[in-house]
Every structure is written in C-alpha cells, then in structure tokens.
C-alpha cells in the first residue's frame, strides 16, 4: 500500500553501486516425508485417467490426491521397496518398475482374493536375474507390449499379457551407470540412452549412436557427454540433454539412413549440469539443473531459481498436469509443485531477500518495472531501489543505492510519461515536489515547484493521477486538495479545488471516471461532487477505510482494516448502498490492503494474509498461493502493466502474475469414493477409487456409515467443494464445503443412496456423481417370514390354547352336569321323600300334638332343602348358562312367590337377549340377588303392587325391582344384613346396587353389571 510513511523513495541513474543478478523464481510448494511423502527421492511421476498423482520413491509407492499421500510399500505386495518408475498401460492398468522386476496393481476384487494389493513379474529367474530383473524404465507400445530398461539391456514382453520369464532382450547393455531414459515417439520408435550410447529400435531394427568421440569417428556431439534427458515434443522433434549441451535430432533425408544431430543453444554456469528434461505442453522444454530450472522454448531460456546457492533442488523427474502445474521430483528433497509460469517471483538473489522490505512497484511507460523498498529494520533515507526490464521476462534486477540525504516520499509518473517527485525536508514538516520531463528519470533534469507555481509549503500525501491525466495530491495540517493543471506556457500550476469541510490526512485518492473525488483519511471516506464535501457513511462502526478503486464497470470498491471490503454500485447516488464481503464469504482477513483489476474483470485483493481473485462470473473468492519461502504473505500493494500483468509487493519480494495464465476452471470435476467403512469394517475398494458401489444387504447392527471421498486436485485445495445428499434421509443436496468426509449413525432400516458430486472455482458440477446403494436390513423380529413365522406360531398356540379351554370348559360341564344330575337324582329325591314321609305321618298323628310340629317342621324343612336343591341344581346345570334361563327362572319365581300373597306383579324382561351367555358364578349371584329382593319385598314391604324389569343396554344388565309398600327411611335406619349380603354378592361379580326408600313412598332397588 502507498503509505505515507513508506511510500516510493524512487530510482536514479546516480547510484552508488549496482550489481546484476538472477532474480526470477517461480513459487513452490514443498512436499516432504512431513506431509506424508513415501521417501524424499522421487524418480518418476505418473498421473493416471481418474487424475491421480503416482509416485515412484526409493522406498515405496505413493499416491497423492491433491489433499493427502496414500502410500504403498512390499507389506501391500509390491516385489522390492526400491522404484525406479511408474506408468499405465493402454487398459489403465498400473504398473511400477522396481529392483526386483516389475509390479501391477491389482483392482479391487482381485486384491480381495489374493489378499495384496500388487502382482510382481520377474523378467527371468536364470543365470545373473538379480541384474536383470533390476527395472528403471517402462513403457507400452501401440499393441500394449511393455519395454523394459533393465541392468543389462533393453528388454520386451512377449505379448501383451505380462508373464515372467516371456521377455526377450531387444538391446545388451555392459554397464548402467546413469538413469537410463526410455520414449516412445508417434512413429512408433523406441528411444532408450544408456550412459553415453542411444539406440533407435524401429520395425525391429536398432540404430545405435555414440555420444563421444573416438578416433576417427565424427559423432557431431561433444566428448564424454552423457545422456541426461530424453523428450519429444508435441510437433515431434526429438530433443536429447546430455550434462552441458541440448541437441535436436535431424531425420534422415531417406529410409533406412541414419539421422544426425543438431546443436542448440543453451547458457550453462560451470556449476549446473543437466538432471533431466520434460517436454512442455506449449512446444518448449522444462530442463532440470542443479538448483535451477530452464523453461527453453524456440531458442530462448529463462533460468528460474530453485533452492539457494547453499542448498539447491537437484530434479530428478518431471511431469506436467492436466490443471497446468508443473511436478518436480526431486533428491531426498521431496516434491515440488509449480504453476507453470502464472507466476514469477523477484527478489534480486539471495543477498537481497533477507535485508529488503519490496513494499511498491510500478509499471513505467517504456516497459521497465521500478521496485522500491528499505531495510526491515529502516533508517531515514535509507531506502534501495531496483530496476530491470521484468516486463520483457529479462529476470534481472539492477540494484541502486541513492546519494545521502536523498529523502524522497512519494514519486509518480504519469500518462505524458513525465515524472513527479515529492521529496521532504526538517523531519518531514517541509515537502518539495520537482517535475521532471519524460520519459527518462534524472534527477538533475526539470525543477522544483514554487509559490509562483502556486505551490504552498507544508506536509503532503501522496501523488495520484486520475483517468483524465490530472495529478492530485493532499496537504496535511489544513486539509486542501490540489490539483496540478498545465498553464499555457507549459508549466505545471498547483490549483487549490477543496479545502473546507475536510478532515485528516489523505491516505489515498480515486477520482470516478463520474468525476467525484474520493478520498479516505483511514477512519472516514469523503467524497467531493458538484463542488460539495461530504462524508460517506459505511454500514458498520468504524469501518478504517485504507483503499479505494473504481473497475472497469463503475463500480466503488472500499478495503478496509477490519471489515473487508465495501463495494457500490451507484457510487454517485445520494447515499451508495453498500455490499460487504467479509470472511464468510470467502476472504481469508478483514485487513484489505490494497485492490486492483485485472482485463477480464475479476477482482483481486491484497490481504494481510495473501492475495485473492475474485471470479467476475461466480463472485467466489480463491486465494492465489505465492508458494513458499517468502518472508511475508502481506500484499502491500498491487500495480497492472500494459500488458495485463499484476505485480503484488510482498516483504522481500514482488511477484509478477499473468492471469491468463492461471488454472482455469476444470472442464470436469469427476469425484470417487475414497474410503467408505461399514459399522468399522472398510468396504474393498480399487486404489483409484470408486464411482458406483452397491455392498451386500447390511445387517440391523450395521447402520453407521463413514464415507470419504475426493475429486483429484492439484489446483488449490479449497478450489473444489462437495456436496451429498442421503436419498430416503436428505430432500436435497447439501451446501458446498470442504469437508471430505461424512458420518451416518443409527440409520433407520431401509434402501438407501448416497450421492456425492464436487463443485468447482466456476459452479460447475460433476457430470457424474458418485453413488452408493445400499440397504440396511430390519432387525430379525421384523423381517417378514419372522412375522409369518410369528404369527402361525401364535396361532398354534391360540388354538392349543383354545383347545385346551373348550376341552377343559367340557370337562367342567360333564362335571357340572353330573352334580347336578346326583343331585337331582339322589339328594332332591330323598329329601323330596323325607318330605312326603314327614307329612304321612303328621297326618297319622295329627291328634298328636308333641309330633305333629315337629314332623311339620321336618316336613317344611325339606321342601325349603327341596327348593334350594332345586336352585343348586339349576345353577350347576350348564344347559342354563343363558340370560333366557334366568329370566325364565325369575319370572316363575316371582308369581309363586308374590300371587300367593295377593301382590300385583308387572313384569318387563327382554325378548331379543335370550341367548346371551352368562357365567355360571354370575348367573348364580344375579338369581340369589333377585330371590332375596323378592322375598324382603314380600315379607316387609306390605306392597299390593310390584314392578320388575330387566334390560341389557349397550353391554350393561339392569335389573330393577320396585314396590308401593311402606318404604323406610335409608338415613335412620341402620343397613340390615339382608342389604349388606346383596351388596356383597353384586361386588363379588362386579355388579352395583342401589336402593331408594322413603316412608310411604316404596322401595326400588337397581342393579347393573357389565356383562
């Protein structure tokens, strides 16, 4: 950010001393042992068609998805630790090329059923094996045959299904002293280098050059140089590296001729020699050197810093990915990872980095970039300055000190190519502003402005030109606004334009192509229209503005210290509304520093903890990663060239980005099954991952799920995001995030399908997502044949049961019948004869008084036995156990009874309910309650009138006797021991009885029962 305190001292011509060094360097980020990473030694790199990254280390396999390494290792199956490469034959088959032959990956089933994840060949099991099966290279040919560089030669499978021992030996090497390179080019020729020896295999036959001089020989390439690096590029020259030299091979001029080779230029430091080279996707070459990395591309080089002098990277393979990185394996240094060249770093060598603070850049007319910073830890008028012809990708930065004394606080040069140069004096209380006519920066050229020139003395802000071409710039203490116009004679003049109703110190300025002027002191935004100051009010309690810009669109964009940033569409409307994006929108900080745009209109934003692009299209905020190695990720200030580019100032450094040539957005975002673990038991999965998986049914217990998956990338890891949704739980899918993995516990029984899609940088989605389908059994006791099964073996059982009952209710009844039959028989009849015997003799000895009472006695006696016999037996006979039968009794009851007495009886019994079952015990009870009530009614009432009735009403029996006798008082009148055994006897079945009574007024007697 252009602060006043730290702003641009400037370049000069007049430096003290200048020193030229390599400048450029690309951003990196490292991957170790630390972060999962096998071993540090990567010899090869292979990204296979579901885009994952495989790694060939010195010990063991490792794949990375773009978030996490999985590594493989001989306890998985793989034949010995040490790799040499990796590749995928034309069926995507995986294969590794290790010490001890050669290994393919299994899929999923297969590994299941071998219980390892990789099947190994041998090349032979004979005389010298352990050399020959010692495997560097692999490739596959047009008819899928693999070649194999080996110890001791050139070898090729026999067919197309790998076996051991089916190779045969195409070239015999004596000795293999460095890697060996292998290609394959669109003819359909085999390429292999061997130390200094490269053989050519085409239809069968093998054409062999020698790298080095002998005598008499002319090989056209220099002495001892060995082959370091093979490659074809995508127009189909052949390109070979040896330690110092790059040449180009040259077809022969006719069949079966041999081809020569070609020279090309290439800048080697003694110290650097060639590792390896990777063909680039745009027809250059990436070339690996010790600590630097060439990008050579039609003659021209670009050398890029790797490491430092003390400890540099020393590549050992490439490869280029499908979202544009570049992969650098590395020795015992690990993995590095390259955007290609979106982004270059500046920080003029070692020497520079750790004493400079690269706080500002500027973009001059003639293509040159200026840089600006100090010391750290600064001193007044102590600042250093770099100038090089970046913009051109020169990579060089030439370093100036200024004269003494040379306190410069802010410099600008503006469209006419001419320069301004505000410089201060007395401890910043006195500024002088000297104008210098373009194009060229002298010091000694042009002049200081002067009250003449309207120019008054004081503290300043800084410079700023708007779009119409004005400079403008701020004074402190009074708070003006000044304007710098061209008089007629050519002479800048210093025009007063605000200077009441303003604040503070003008810590920077925008004029809208509207024409407002804008201006912010860091706690207030002021904006001058139609003459008028105002202050402009941000929806939050103090916001601390510190930047303001205007995009291509008109639009108002205000960062702040705190709250992030402010944007508005109508900046010129009476009071802007205001949209605000904040942390939960995406951006890392809410320290916005400094905000620029690049051509196609997305948004970039220089943070306290990085920079960040905002899409145009999508508004989604993505940090951009400056890899690593850098002092700071605070991007003080952002500056756009003529050519596009943006040049973000961090501590130490300045970092030129080419937006066009950032990742763009994936044209797929396919994304796999990663992990998935039922009830704790992982489900076999490919090491590539899954799209479609249905398991076997699960079991009840097994209804907790945990679900991982990924959509390989290696683009930035909150580039994608998922979403899931759970078909049968979910209605709809999930908010986007970054979380990679799910969690269900206690599903329900029932089918299932859990599908996951990625979302990428531009909203589009998987155009597959990826599925699983399962279900979850109920628990046994649910399960239909269980319920079947249930419910005959409950029927069974109810009809044992009422088996059981109908055999014991039988039973009971053959008894019942049989005691009542006894009784009948026998008891009723000799009672019933006793009773006849009785009255014979009362009647023989009637004059006999002392006999004849108590032969009446016995005689009545008996027939009272005879009548309760006859109830006993009418009660246990089970061809009575009908309402019908007791209404019967009961009616033939009542008229002996009460007609003897001379008592009107009314009855009212039903007609319809004849054939409800009663049980005997309730039967017996209803009788004996009914008998009693008669017999008080007829003893003790004096009634010549009763009424009797019984009902059943929705499943309650009432019975109802009443009489128009005497009556009694219920509340003086203690309750009898007839009124007490009726109730006991109603209570004992279940039954209610009341009683009321009033004195002249007769008694009725209710009694229900639930029947």
């Not at 071993?39 to 060939?56: C, E």
């Not at 090989?219 to 040896?242: N, Q």
């Not at 628990?779 to 088996?803: D, E, K, M, N, T």
Request: proline share 4%; with cysteine.
């Amino acid at each position: 950010m252009r602060n006043p305190w730290r702003l641009l001292l400037t370049i000069g011509l007049l430096g003290l001393s200048a020193f030229i060094s390599r400048a450029e360097r690309l951003p990196v980020r490292q991957y170790t042992v630390a972060d999962g990473l096998a071993q540090g030694t990567v010899w090869a790199m292979h990204q296979d068609a579901r885009g994952f990254l495989w790694l060939a280390t010195s010990d063991g396999l490792s794949r990375f998805d773009g978030y996490r390494f999985t590594n493989y290792g001989v306890r998985d199956g793989l034949g010995y630790a040490q790799l040499r490469d990796v590749i995928s034959d034309r069926r995507g088959r995986l294969w590794v090329a290790t010490g001890d032959g050669v290994s393919l990956l299994l899929d999923e089933k297969e590994a299941v059923r071998q219980g390892r994840k990789f099947k190994n060949f041998l090349l032979t099991t004979g005389e010298g094996a352990e050399n020959i099966n010692d495997t560097h290279r692999i490739l596959f040919d047009a008819e899928n045959r693999m070649w194999c560089v080996t110890f001791l030669g050139l070898y090729r499978a026999r067919s197309a299904e790998v076996a051991t021992e089916q190779f045969d030996r195409v070239v015999t090497f004596d000795v293999l002293n460095t890697p060996p390179q292998l290609v394959l080019d669109r003819r359909g020729r085999v390429w292999v280098s061997v130390d200094g020896q490269l053989h050519c295999i085409e239809s069968g036959k093998v054409t062999s050059y020698q790298l080095w001089q002998k005598a008499g020989e002319t090989a056209g390439l220099p002495e001892l140089r060995w082959v370091k690096g093979l490659a074809e590029l995508p127009d189909g020259r052949i390109l070979l590296a040896t330690n110092k030299d790059l040449y180009e091979f040259i077809e022969p001029a006719a069949a079966g001729r041999r081809g020569s080779w070609r020279k090309l230029p290439l800048r080697l430091s003694p110290q650097n020699i060639v590792g390896t080279i990777q063909a680039a996707a745009d027809g250059g070459l990436w070339i690996g050197s010790e600590g630097l990395l060439i990008r050579y591309r039609d003659g021209r080089q670009a050398d890029y810093r790797l490491g430092n002098d003390t400890n540099p990277f020393r590549v050992m393979s490439f490869l280029s990915d499908r979202d544009g990185n570049l992969w650098l394996g590395t020795r015992q240094r690990g993995l590095l990872k390259l955007k290609g060249e979106a982004l270059l770093i500046y920080d003029g060598g070692d020497r520079l980095v750790p004493v400079m603070d690269i706080y500002y850049s500027h973009a001059t007319h003639d293509g040159r970039m200026i840089l600006a910073g100090r010391p750290i830890s600064p001193r007044a008028c102590n600042e250093t300055f770099l100038t090089g012809n970046l913009a051109q990708g020169q990579g060089a930065l030439t370093r100036l000190q200024p004269p003494p004394g040379l306190c410069i606080h802010d410099v600008l040069q503006d469209s006419r190519q001419n320069w301004w140069v505000l410089r201060w004096l007395a401890d910043r209380k006195i500024y002088k502003l000297r104008f210098i006519p373009g194009p060229n920066l002298n010091f000694s050229a042009g002049y200081e402005l002067t009250a003449t020139d309207g120019w008054v003395d004081g503290g300043y802000g800084v410079l700023y030109e708007d779009h119409e071409g004005y400079v403008w710039l701020r004074k402190g203490g009074g708070g003006q606004i000044f304007r710098i116009e061209h008089a007629d004679n050519g002479r800048p003049r210093v025009v007063e334009v605000v200077r009441e109703g303003v604040t503070g110190f003008a810590i920077y300025f925008l004029r809208h192509p509207s024409g407002s002027l804008w201006w912010t002191d860091g706690g207030t935004v002021w904006r001058n229209q139609y003459g008028k100051v105002a202050a402009v009010a941000l929806p939050v309690e103090k916001p601390r503005p510190r930047w303001l810009f205007a995009d291509g669109k008109g639009r108002l964009w205000i960062g702040t210290i705190e709250h992030g940033v402010f944007m508005t569409e109508s900046p010129d409307s009476g009071q802007p509304r205001f949209v605000n994006y904040t942390a939960a929108d995406g951006l890392p900080s809410g320290q916005i520093i400094t905000i620029n745009e690049d051509d196609d209109g997305n948004h970039w934003f220089g943070t306290i903890r990085g920079l960040y692009r905002q899409s145009e299209k999508t508004g989604r905020f993505n940090p951009v990663s400056f890899g690593e190695n850098l002092l700071s990720s605070a991007v003080s200030y952002l500056n756009k060239d003529q050519s596009g580019h943006l040049w973000a100032s961090v501590m130490g450094a300045v970092i030129r980005i080419n937006p066009r040539l950032l990742p763009r957005p994936a044209p797929q975002v396919p994304v796999y099954f990663n992990r998935v673990s039922l009830a704790g038991e992982p489900l076999a999965l490919g090491e590539t991952g899954a799209v479609n998986l249905s398991p076997p049914a699960l079991a009840a217990g097994q209804n907790n799920l945990e679900i991982e998956f990924v959509s390989p990338n290696f683009r930035d890891e909150t580039a994608v995001r998922y979403q899931h949704k759970l078909e049968g739980v979910d209605s709809d899918w999930s908010a986007p995030g970054n979380a990679r993995e799910v969690n269900y516990a206690r599903l329900a029984a029932g089918s299932y399908t859990f599908l996951v899609r990625a979302v990428g940088d531009a909203g589009e989605v998987s155009a597959e997502p990826a599925s699983l389908r399962f279900t979850i059994l109920r628990p046994v006791w649910q399960r239909w044949w269980f319920v079947l099964v249930s419910l005959i073996g409950l029927g069974a059982i109810g009809y044992g049961l009422h088996r059981y009952r109908l055999t014991q209710l039988l039973r009971v009844e053959r008894v019942r019948t049989r005691i009542a039959r006894d009784l009948h028989d026998d008891v009723g009849a000799g009672l019933s004869q006793i009773s006849l015997l009785s009255e014979v003799i009362q009647r023989r000895a009637s004059d006999d008084t002392a006999i004849a009472e108590p032969l009446s006695a016995i005689a009545g006696t008996s027939r009272e036995l005879v009548d309760t016999m006859s109830d006993i037996v009418w009660t246990n006979n089970p061809r009575f156990d009908h309402l019908g039968d007791l209404v019967h009794r009961m009616r033939r009851f009542a008229s002996e009874l009460l007609t003897a007495r001379g008592i009107r009886l009314q009855t009212d019994f039903p007609a319809n309910d004849g054939d409800l079952p009663l049980e005997p015990e309730t039967r017996r009870q209803i009788y004996l309650i009914f008998k009693e009530a008669s017999n008080n009614l007829a003893r003790h009432s004096g009634c010549d009138e009763a009424n009797i009735s019984l009902h059943v009403t929705d499943g309650w029996l009432h019975l109802r006797i009443a009489d128009n006798g005497c009556g009694f008082d219920l509340s003086s009148t203690a309750e009898g021991n007839g009124l007490r055994s009726l109730r006991a006897r109603a209570e004992s079945i279940g039954g209610n009885i009341e009683v009321d009574s009033h004195p002249g007024q007769g008694t009725v007697l209710k009694f229900t029962l639930l029947v």
